[in-house]
């Protein structure tokens, strides 16, 4: 991709957001065109103007829209992390790919203050989590909108991913991904 694309970021993508997060998003991997190419999570991806345009919506970000990792976009109190930190081959990580990029999201999710909340966005990101924290995989089933109380007092709740696919074939609406969203907020936001 870095000799087609020489301009592009072609290195793993940071995390992007607050670093006192209550609430952390995690991805699936960075896209061939999106994340990729900008070197910030769900940026330049169709994915990510759904994303994007729900934490505006929900007060969790500065605009509607992300244009580049140099963009004066701000998150509030969230953050947004990929299971997987550089591109994939054939832009479909492979468990080797999440079980070696694993070690950073041990160190994403060992910073989040106690009761914060992890969003997955799909069964990768959900089962990355789980591995991050030496959990059984089938003592906590991936489903969209499932709530998980994990021993370590963080709670993990689910989504499909917000992808192109997802999205036109009505697997995941506009309105079921608004919803699950507003639900992390309120989890992660309560007092």
Do not use: W
């Amino acid at each position: 991709m870095r000799a087609k694309f020489p301009d592009y970021h072609n290195r793993p993508v940071p995390p992007f957001g607050d670093p006192a997060a209550r609430l952390l998003i995690v991805g699936l991997a960075p896209g061939a065109h999106g994340a990729n190419a900008s070197g910030r999570p769900f940026t330049g991806d169709f994915a990510g103007q759904l994303l994007y345009r729900s934490l505006y919506e929900l007060g969790l970000a500065s605009a509607a829209e992300s244009l580049s990792a140099h963009d004066k976009l701000r998150l509030h109190g969230c953050r947004i992390t990929n299971a997987v930190k550089c591109l994939p081959p054939a832009n479909r990580p492979t468990t080797e790919e999440a079980d070696t990029c694993n070690a950073y999201l041990v160190a994403e999710l060992a910073g989040l203050s106690g009761g914060s909340v992890i969003f997955a966005l799909g069964g990768i990101a959900h089962r990355a989590v789980l591995r991050a924290f030496s959990l059984k995989l089938s003592a906590y089933p991936f489903g969209h909108d499932r709530l998980h109380t994990l021993p370590s007092g963080h709670r993990l709740i689910d989504s499909y991913h917000c992808s192109r696919y997802n999205t036109q074939t009505k697997r995941l609406t506009e309105y079921m991904f608004i919803a699950v969203m507003q639900r992390a907020q309120a989890l992660a936001f309560e007092r």
